[in-house]
Every structure is written in C-alpha cells, then in structure tokens.
C-alpha cells in the first residue's frame, strides 16, 4: 500500500494548513462570537484559492483534486475553524454532485462559479423537520406545470444557506411511488422567487456557520433545473452523502488534532506537585490513547478516500471512518479539557470552543447510529 502523498495532495495540504495557521486561527474565536463580515471574507478567500471545488475538473476551472486531497485540505482547515471546514466540506459535496451527475449546461454554468470565488458556497437541501436520518420521507413537492415544476415545502439546517448561491434541493416528484423511488434533484439559484431563507439557528458550535431552515412556497423553477433522471434522484442524495462522511470525518479529525496539540502544549508548561502536568503518567496515557484514536482515524479516512479515487466501493468504509473519526475526535477534545483542568472551561482558552464544535460531527452527515446501521447492514444483511 502506498503511504505517501503525491506532489499536488502535499501542496493543497500545505497551503490548508498555511491559511488555518495565518487567518483562521487568529480570528476564530470572532468568527465565534458572530463577526459573520470576516467569516465570509475568510470564504472567499477559500474560494480564490480553489477550494471550493477541489476536485472539480480542469475543464470547469477546478484544480482537480483527489479525494485524498480533499480529506487532508479539509482536516488541516478544520484545525483553524470548524464552522469554516464545514462550509468547505459541504460546498465541495455540492460541486461534486453537479459534476458527478448535472448536464453539460448545468456543469459549465455552475462549476466555474465556485472555483474563481463568485459563489462563496452551495448549500445541500435534503433534510426536513419530518425527514432526518430517514430522507425518503421526505414531503418537499415538485409538481410539472407545463415548462416549469412548482416547488412547495421546507427543508431545515442547511449549511451556508444565508450566503450559498445554488441550492442542490430534493423534492418529491412522484408521490404515488413507493418512497425513495419518486425523488428527483434540482438545482435552485440563491435569487429564485418563492425561496425563503430563515434566519440562522443559534447552536451551540460551529456558531458561525449559517444554518438555517429553507422554505418553498409555490417556487417556479424551469425544467432545466432537473439534475440527473426524473423520480430517480434519492439515489444520487444517498451516494453524496457516503462522500460527504469523508468530508465531515477530517474535520471531526482536525478539530480532535487542534485539541490535543493545544492540551499537550499546556500540560508541558502547567507545574503541580512540584513539576510538569506532562510527567504525570496518568495525564501521559490519556494522551498517547488519543493521539493513537486520531491516528487510526486518519488512517480509515485515508482508506476511503482512497478507494473512492479508484473508484471501488467505498460507501461501508466512509461511514466506518465518520464514525470513528467523529466519536475519537470527541473523546480527544473532552480529554483536552480535562487536561486543562479549570481553565478548560474558560473561553480565554479556545478548548471550550473544540468541544462545542466537534459535538456535530457526530449528528450531521449521519448520526453515529446510522452509521453503525450501514455498516452493520454491509456485514450482516447483505
């Protein structure tokens, strides 16, 4: 197995890990505490630098980037700021899936778009207030009107929703087929009329990612919004979100990283009992446990990512790595907070933020449990 990283995956990390260290890093906790004009400043510089749409084809303006590249672009901004990882992760998930399945029109209009910085983001419109980790239930109608569908409905905790500038929506297309089967996706500009867009969710992370509820009410689109087949689009929605858990398990592994380098840089300076926190054996198994967690992480990441770039199945082994990157990521932020002790609970010091932050990867992309659904579902029912 090949362990190394080719020329171009080696400079798209290191230009990642440049812009965490230089302009995430120093403002992420007033991206934290709301300064929304700096977040997306920070975007669209993301975007200029192409990354935005890391493995959007030469042809459509992209760099065309492996999905390994992706992964480690991903992790590394993650570690500056995990609102500005996930607006990264999401709207590369959208410039794929247009790619991956929109028309030769669709592809040459939008594509550009987000790799020169005119769109800082897209946004991914699948889950409803009655529709979660069950997507096929979704009750979002598209209705045929002639040259036009009709989209009436809502969708809630869109990523970048507030500033995207193409909505990829799902919408029930056929609802006398079985569920899952009349589905089709279309493609929304930011500027439709009957698109309304709430205002952001207060959470308790991620606070300066917008995540906002989407509604549709008697929104006209044209035909030609129609991505992919007709009634046949709930299969491209499950296939993008198996690479979006590669997505969304760096960032877990970033912030996970960020916290424990930051633990660990403290408990060799802190003193108790006459030395450093660092030469307690207790604080030293905590930490070599989870360093170990992250790096097994990377590794699963790394596997499929891999496999997706050769084109092999790669659906089990990404919901393998969210899920473990997700909940190792966990454990290693409330470690690093145990390591600091008191001041762990403190904003001065930015642990408190990791531990706010990385709580979602847990949740979104598909919770832990359906993770362990889908990959139970590949080991004991296929």
């Given at each position: 197995?090949?362990?190394?990283?080719?020329?171009?995956?080696?400079?798209?990390?290191?230009?990642?890990?440049?812009?965490?260290?230089?302009?995430?890093?120093?403002?992420?906790?007033?991206?934290?505490?709301?300064?929304?004009?700096?977040?997306?400043?920070?975007?669209?510089?993301?975007?200029?630098?192409?990354?935005?749409?890391m493995t959007v084809k030469e042809q459509y303006g992209g760099i065309g980037g492996s999905t390994v590249a992706?992964?480690?672009?991903?992790?590394?901004?993650?570690?500056?700021?995990?609102?500005?990882?996930?607006?990264?992760?999401?709207?590369?998930?959208?410039?794929?899936?247009?790619?991956?399945?929109?028309?030769?029109?669709?592809?040459?209009?939008?594509?550009?778009?987000?790799?020169?910085?005119?769109?800082?983001a897209g946004a991914f419109c699948l889950t409803e207030p009655s529709a979660g980790s069950d997507p096929s239930?979704?009750?979002?109608?598209?209705?045929?009107?002639?040259?036009?569908?009709?989209?009436?409905?809502?969708?809630?905790?869109?990523?970048?929703?507030?500033?995207?500038?193409?909505?990829?929506?799902?919408?029930?297309?056929?609802?006398?087929?079985p569920r899952g089967k009349g589905i089709s996706c279309f493609l929304i500009d930011a500027d439709t009329p009957?698109?309304?867009?709430?205002?952001?969710?207060?959470?308790?992370?991620?606070?300066?990612?917008?995540?906002?509820?989407?509604?549709?009410?008697?929104?006209?689109?044209?035909?030609?919004?129609?991505?992919?087949?007709?009634?046949?689009?709930?299969?491209?929605?499950?296939?993008?979100?198996?690479?979006?858990?590669?997505?969304?398990?760096?960032?877990?592994?970033?912030?996970?990283?960020?916290?424990?380098?930051?633990?660990?840089?403290?408990?060799?300076?802190?003193?108790?009992?006459?030395?450093?926190?660092?030469?307690?054996?207790?604080?030293?198994?905590?930490?070599?446990?989870?360093?170990?967690?992250?790096?097994?992480?990377?590794?699963?990441?790394?596997?499929?990512?891999?496999?997706?770039?050769?084109?092999?199945?790669?659906?089990?082994?990404?919901?393998?790595?969210?899920?473990?990157?997700?909940?190792?990521?966990?454990?290693?932020?409330?470690?690093?907070?145990?390591?600091?002790?008191?001041?762990?609970?403190?904003?001065?010091?930015?642990?408190?933020?990791?531990?706010?932050?990385?709580?979602?990867?847990?949740?979104?992309?598909?919770?832990?449990?359906?993770?362990?659904?889908?990959?139970?579902?590949?080991?004991?029912?296929?």
């Amino acid at each position: 197995m090949q362990f190394e990283f080719s020329e171009e995956e080696q400079m798209i990390r290191e230009t990642a890990s440049q812009f965490a260290e230089n302009q995430l890093k120093p403002n992420a906790q007033k991206l934290d505490e709301g300064d929304h004009e700096l977040y997306l400043a920070q975007i669209k510089e993301l975007a200029e630098l192409g990354f935005m749409g890391m493995t959007v084809k030469e042809q459509y303006g992209g760099i065309g980037g492996s999905t390994v590249a992706f992964s480690l672009a991903v992790t590394e901004i993650a570690r500056g700021c995990a609102s500005t990882a996930t607006a990264t992760s999401v709207t590369n998930m959208v410039a794929e899936v247009i790619q991956a399945v929109g028309s030769e029109e669709q592809k040459n209009h939008y594509l550009p778009k987000f790799c020169n910085g005119e769109f800082l983001a897209g946004a991914f419109c699948l889950t409803e207030p009655s529709a979660g980790s069950d997507p096929s239930a979704m009750r979002t109608t598209a209705v045929a009107d002639g040259d036009n569908f009709v989209l009436n409905g809502s969708k809630i905790y869109i990523t970048s929703a507030k500033f995207a500038g193409v909505f990829v929506v799902w919408a029930v297309t056929d609802p006398s087929a079985p569920r899952g089967k009349g589905i089709s996706c279309f493609l929304i500009d930011a500027d439709t009329p009957g698109m309304t867009i709430a205002k952001p969710e207060d959470k308790m992370g991620q606070r300066a990612s917008s995540t906002c509820e989407v509604s549709f009410n008697d929104c006209v689109i044209p035909k030609s919004a129609l991505m992919g087949e007709l009634n046949k689009g709930f299969k491209i929605a499950i296939g993008e979100l198996a690479g979006g858990r590669i997505g969304i398990g760096s960032l877990a592994l970033g912030i996970g990283l960020e916290a424990m380098d930051y633990a660990s840089d403290y408990i060799k300076e802190r003193k108790q009992f006459g030395q450093e926190l660092s030469k307690f054996q207790g604080l030293q198994f905590m930490v070599s446990d989870r360093y170990t967690e992250l790096e097994a992480a990377r590794l699963l990441l790394m596997q499929a990512a891999y496999n997706k770039d050769q084109g092999l199945p790669f659906g089990t082994s990404a919901s393998m790595a969210k899920l473990f990157a997700s909940e190792k990521a966990n454990d290693a932020c409330y470690t690093a907070l145990q390591c600091l002790g008191g001041a762990g609970y403190i904003k001065e010091y930015p642990v408190e933020r990791f531990v706010r932050d990385v709580r979602l990867t847990a949740i979104y992309e598909g919770t832990s449990e359906i993770q362990r659904v889908i990959i139970a579902r590949d080991k004991l029912l296929s």
